[in-house]
């Protein structure tokens, strides 16, 4: 400690300086313009003089190395810090005073003097002062939600409390809908509440340098109007939300790196879904907004007006549910988790935390998680021509070149142009291709292998046993409460061309046992009529067969064409697999 200031560095190298005033300590880097105003005016205190611009860059060489030879190592961070017993969280309010705000299960409190070091930037503004007992759900008020989009409504409000809880991989928001919908507003809106900044939202740079720059200075980093993503944007996005690390020269006459290491909470908005890389949809939690209607609209300054006045109540729910999900995330066991584990379990913390069952948050986050994979897919023009040609198909097996050359035919009928760049020029490139779509073929129900003989390679495209949702999506494609009971649902679907036409004439025998299954006479159904068979572990009882008619202890269902479910035995079961199997 000198003349009021301690002197320290990061794991960067980087010289700071902590400057101690009347009521506070501010953090400055030592180059900065800042700390060179303070070191002028506290001369000028002591001599009455100010220093010549020589003497300042000698006293600021001397302060830098002071700092790095001498200092400590000390981590920065941005906004967001956990305690350093892992305890609770720290949040930096960024006003004069240097206040930040610590949670723990017990609660929340404004600290001080903080034993936290943050740094911050010129664009940062300070936090509302957050009201205990707050609502965090009076941000509805003010979001272009629909009242029954529930789904939507859970994972919204869950993955804004999540932004707050440092050191984990982030959900990436993307928010979509037609023109008019308040995309931007949204994002701006979040921000305002946990990240308030006067760039509010950016534009996506053009180098990956600039993105970096940007993801370091920012906790809160929202893309406004994203269109198509490069691979090198979606692959750094992907590091950037997960962690990982981010080299670059510190400058072009020097040959020093400085290596950047973060996580960072990252929000995209666009007309159409701005992720279109699988490896990036995984990260991802899609909101779609729908168009406002004139008889809804306000004007910007009447809704920031309501807004600031609601902020410190919004802020105050959101810290009060963060601080009891702390205390609830111990005793959260979750028995499947997706991709973005993290998000996933703290989202069971903090949806109970605020009254939602976790069950309710799971079953919506299973649909949002199946629209990732529709979409991986749709956006592929490879994955849709594989999906048409495995139409009619069991099983194919062949080289790459073979494959190559049938989906080219298949694209052809399809009317999909094989010039476009998203479409493979060589077999190679498709094997690329189809290695980065094997998470989505899989989940709809194909199994890629890729083997390799003496002389060549072998790709092999299985109609596989598919596991799907625990969740039935009812009402609308929002996943009801009373589903979401962890049970595993099987299917092996044939195609309606290898199997048979609809069956016809299923007959309900009225005692459907409050099963939701409609029971037929052993003569109202043959094997072919099945379209696919079904198991649940909890689905045990007698009931009668819809194909031998037998009651027996069943444990399998079916559907048929028209998508009617029924009971089948277990012999009868293996009949349709039989069968099924021998039609090439």
Known sequence: ????????????????????????????????????????????????????????????????????????????????????????????????????????ADGWQIVDDPPILFRRYSHQQPLATPVRGGDPNLFFKFVNLAQDDEDNRVLLIVAIIHLLIPEIPHIILVVHGIQGSAKTTLLKLIRSVIDPSSLEVSSIPREERELVQQLSHNWCAFYDNVGPLAWWMSNALCRAATGGGFAKRELYTDDDDVICNFRRCIGLNSINIAAQRPDLLDRCLLIGLKHIPKDKRRTEKELWREFNKAKGEILGGLLDALSKALKI????????????????????????????????????????????????????????????????????????????????????????????????????????????????????????????????????????????????????????????DNTKWFSKTPSAKTMGKNAENSSHDGNDDNDGLIHTSSSSLKLEELKSVYWADEFYGEHECCICGYNKRMSWQAEDFKGNKLWICDDCKLEWEKERNSVD
């Not at 000198?2 to 400055?28: L, M, N, P």
């Not at 005073?97 to 723990?104: D, G, P």
């Open 1 to 104: 400690m000198e003349a009021g200031a301690e002197f320290f560095h990061d794991d960067s190298k980087h010289s700071y300086a902590r400057v101690t005033h009347s009521k506070a300590a501010s953090i400055h880097p030592i180059k900065c313009r800042d700390f060179k105003l303070w070191l002028s005016r506290l001369m000028w205190k002591s001599e009455k003089k100010a220093p010549s611009g020589e003497a300042l860059n000698s006293a600021i060489n001397v302060l830098e190395s002071k700092a790095l030879f001498e200092g400590q190592l000390c981590k920065l961070y941005n906004r967001v810090a956990p305690d350093p017993d892992g305890s609770g969280i720290w949040i930096d309010m960024c006003n004069k005073e240097w206040q930040a705000i610590h949670i723990t």
């Open 329 to 484: 995330y111990p005793n959260i066991e979750v028995s499947e988790l997706h991709r973005m584990a993290d998000f996933v379990k703290w989202g069971c913390a903090i949806s109970e935390a605020l009254g939602i069952s976790q069950k309710r948050f799971l079953a919506a986050y299973d649909v949002n998680v199946e629209s990732h994979i529709e979409e991986a897919a749709h956006s592929s023009p490879v994955a849709e021509v594989i999906l048409k040609f495995m139409d009619d198909r069991l099983k194919w097996e062949g080289s790459p070149s073979e494959l190559h050359s049938k989906l080219l035919e298949t694209a052809k009928e399809m009317g999909i142009s094989t010039r476009q760049k998203a479409w493979p020029k060589a077999p190679n490139i498709l094997t690329r291709r189809i290695n980065e779509l094997v998470p989505a073929l899989m989940q709809l129900g194909y199994e890629v292998v890729a083997k390799r003989t003496d002389k060549t390679r072998i790709i092999t495209i299985n109609t596989v046993t598919a596991v799907t949702s625990s969740a039935n999506h009812n009402n609308n494609g929002r996943a009801s409460d009373d589903i979401h």
